[in-house]
């Protein structure tokens, strides 16, 4: 089973992208991605 998963700018906190992640991964996702408000590549956290 899949979960949806939202992820969340570290730099403007801007929730840009969503994905799924597999239910038995304990560990948060963290993801290199282009944010449109920085208007540059950060790092992109999985939400609560």
Do not use: G, I, P, W
């Amino acid at each position: 089973m899949r979960k949806k998963v939202v992820l969340a700018c570290e730099v403007c906190f801007s929730r840009n992208y969503s994905t799924m992640k597999k239910d038995n991964q304990n560990e948060r996702l963290e993801v290199n991605k282009f944010c449109k408000v920085c208007n540059s590549h950060t790092v992109h956290k999985e939400t609560k």
